[in-house]
C-alpha cells in the first residue's frame, strides 16, 4: 500500500463546476498536508497548507483534512479552464522534512 | 533569477552513459531537494541538502545516483550508467529555512535513456 494514495483521474468538469479532488494516507503520523498544483512542463506550486484536521479556504480554494478516516480533500468552487493541471497531494515524512506524494490527479475544465 | 532554475531542460543519452543534471536554487535557500517524477507517478524524494549539515540520502535508488551540493547555492544531480528506467523527470526544489512551508520546484529535466 502507497503511504499517500491518489486517484490519477483524468477528472473532466465544465467550467463553473465545483471540483472535489482527494486522497487517502496510511500514516497516522503524518499531520502537515500539502496540496501542489502542476501545469503542464512545469514544477509543482505550492497551493495549500494545512496542518492536522479541520477546513482552511483560501479564495475559490478549500483544503480539508480528516485524520479520523486519514483522508485529505481539496475542493475548487466556480472551476476555471486556468484551473486544468495536475493535482498533487502531500504530506511530510514524520520528523523530517521528506514530502511524500499522491500520484497526482490530472483535472481539465472544459469552457 | 527570481525562481529555481535547472539545467538542461531536455537530455537525451544512450544506456550506459553518465549524465549531469543541475539546479540553481533561489539565493538564499539553505535547503535543496531533489525528486525524481516518472509518467504517471508522483513525486519520489532522492536527496535533501541543508546547510552545511551532511545531506539525507535515503532516497537515492542506488549508487549509480549521486548528488553534491557547493555550499548553499548550485547542485548536481549526477546518474552513472544510465538505465532505462532512470528515464524521468527531475525536479529539484528549495525552501528559505527547514521549517518554512514551502518548497519551490523548478521546472525540471527531463531525461530520456535510449
Known amino acids: 500500500q502507497k503511504e499517500v494514495e491518489q486517484d490519477p483521474g483524468p477528472l473532466s468538469v465544465p467550467e463553473g463546476a465545483i471540483v472535489s479532488l482527494n486522497c487517502t494516507y496510511s500514516?497516522?503520523?503524518?499531520?502537515?498536508f500539502m496540496w501542489y498544483r502542476q501545469y503542464s512542463r512545469k514544477g509543482p506550486e505550492l497551493l495549500m497548507y494545512?496542518?492536522?484536521?479541520g477546513n482552511k479556504e483560501d479564495g475559490r480554494f478549500t483544503a480539508q483534512v480528516d485524520k479520523s478516516s486519514k483522508y485529505i480533500s481539496l475542493f475548487i468552487r466556480d472551476s476555471q479552464p486556468s484551473d486544468s493541471a495536475t493535482y498533487l497531494c502531500?504530506?511530510?515524512?514524520?520528523?523530517?522534512?521528506?514530502?511524500?506524494f499522491g500520484t497526482g490527479t490530472r483535472l481539465q475544465v472544459f469552457p | 533569477g527570481a525562481g529555481v532554475s535547472q539545467s538542461p531542460s531536455n537530455k537525451v543519452t544512450e544506456k550506459g552513459k553518465d549524465v549531469e543534471l543541475r539546479c540553481d536554487p533561489i539565493?538564499?535557500?539553505?535547503?535543496l531537494y531533489w525528486y525524481r517524477q516518472r509518467l504517471g507517478q508522483g513525486l519520489e524524494f532522492l536527496i535533501y541538502?541543508?546547510?552545511?549539515?551532511?545531506?539525507?540520502k535515503s532516497g537515492l535508488p542506488s549508487d549509480r545516483f549521486s548528488a553534491e551540493r557547493t555550499g548553499e547555492s548550485v547542485s548536481t544531480l549526477t546518474i552513472q550508467r544510465t538505465q532505462q528506467e532512470d528515464s524521468a523527470v527531475y525536479l529539484c526544489?528549495?525552501?528559505?529555512?527547514?521549517?518554512?512551508?514551502?518548497?519551490?520546484f523548478g521546472p525540471g529535466t527531463r531525461l530520456l535513456v535510449l
Open positions: 526544489a528549495s525552501r528559505l529555512r527547514v521549517g518554512q512551508e514551502t518548497q519551490y
Open positions: 500514516n497516522s503520523a503524518f499531520q502537515y
Open positions: 494545512t496542518y492536522s484536521s
Open positions: 502531500a504530506s511530510h515524512f514524520p520528523n523530517t522534512d521528506k514530502l511524500i
Open positions: 539565493s538564499g535557500h539553505t535547503a
Open positions: 541538502f541543508q546547510g552545511n549539515s551532511a545531506p539525507d
